[in-house]
Structures are given as C-alpha cells and as structure tokens.
C-alpha cells in the first residue's frame, strides 16, 4: 500500500508539478504525463508528430525522486509542453510482467532512465541513464526534437 501511494504521489508530483510550470513565450502551460500506457503514446505522438520522452522510475530512488525536481523547472517544462509526449513507467516492483516487458523493450537496466524514441517508439534518439540536471535535459530535448522533426519532415 505504501508503494502503491508513493507512485500515485510521484506520478501526482510530475503532473502538478509540470502542470504549475512557469509560461514561456511558446509553451502552453501543463504537460500531460501518460502512464506507461505505450500504445496511447505512440497514437498520441504519431497524431501530434511529436517525440516521445520515457521517464523510468523507482519509489525507492532519490535519483528517480531529483529528476521529479528537474521535470518541474519551467526550461523542461517549456520544452516538453511544446514538442514531446512524455510517459511515466514506475518500475519499482521489477517482478511485475509489465515492468519486466517495458524494461526490457527499451533496455532500461537501472533507475533513473529517461530516454526520447520517435513518435513510433522504434528508434531512440536520445538516452540517460542518470540524474539530468534542467539545463542539459532542455538542450538534450531540443536536440532530439529537431533530429525527430528532420527524420519525419514531408
């Protein structure tokens, strides 16, 4: 039970948190945060044209617990509203089947991972499998935006 209302918080925490982002000049102010669900990402990033940023999780992690801080910095904030579809994979129970098969379909071997795939969820633009502090996490998205927006351009 203490697990489950420490994800429900973690997950409350992303999305509040990303949701009171300060506004910048091109970013609507929330971010919505799916939960683990990949096939809702991929429709809504292939609809959208966007990226997808996975985050993996633990409640047991307080370097999965810093990146919750670094998600709420409004540069983050502002790039991720804009341009990505992000997901929040808890993987603290690492017994559990759907964790197993989410960890091993994007080769997340530790806590915390956030990684950006293409609107099809097949090829992987970028990968950390540490904590990011707001600056470099921001540059690295724009980074993969663009790259995404170069791979999929008509």
């Given at each position: 039970?203490?697990?489950?209302?420490?994800?429900?918080?973690?997950?409350?925490?992303?999305?509040?948190?990303?949701?009171?982002?300060?506004?910048?000049?091109?970013?609507?102010?929330?971010?919505?945060?799916?939960?683990?669900?990949?096939?809702l990402a991929?429709?809504?990033?292939l609809a959208?044209?966007?990226?997808?940023?996975?985050?993996?999780?633990?409640?047991?992690?307080?370097?999965?617990?810093?990146?919750?801080?670094?998600?709420?910095?409004?540069?983050?904030?502002?790039?991720?509203?804009?341009?990505?579809?992000?997901?929040?994979?808890?993987?603290?129970?690492?017994?559990?089947?759907?964790?197993?098969?989410?960890?091993?379909?994007?080769?997340?071997?530790?806590?915390?991972?956030?990684?950006?795939?293409?609107?099809?969820?097949?090829?992987?633009?970028?990968?950390?499998?540490?904590?990011?502090?707001?600056?470099?996490?921001?540059?690295?998205?724009?980074?993969?935006?663009?790259?995404?927006d170069a791979?999929?351009?008509?």
């Amino acid at each position: 039970m203490e697990r489950r209302a420490f994800c429900q918080g973690l997950v409350g925490l992303l999305t509040t948190g990303l949701a009171a982002c300060g506004k910048t000049d091109y970013a609507p102010d929330d971010v919505s945060w799916i939960d683990a669900d990949f096939d809702l990402a991929r429709a809504r990033a292939l609809a959208l044209g966007r990226p997808v940023m996975l985050f993996f999780g633990a409640t047991w992690d307080t370097g999965s617990k810093q990146m919750g801080k670094t998600f709420r910095e409004p540069e983050v904030c502002g790039v991720l509203s804009y341009g990505y579809v992000a997901v929040f994979v808890d993987v603290s129970d690492d017994e559990r089947p759907a964790t197993r098969r989410a960890a091993e379909r994007f080769r997340v071997i530790g806590t915390p991972t956030t990684l950006v795939t293409t609107s099809t969820l097949d090829a992987e633009l970028v990968r950390f499998n540490e904590v990011v502090y707001p600056r470099r996490l921001a540059t690295a998205l724009r980074i993969a935006k663009r790259k995404h927006d170069a791979l999929f351009a008509t």
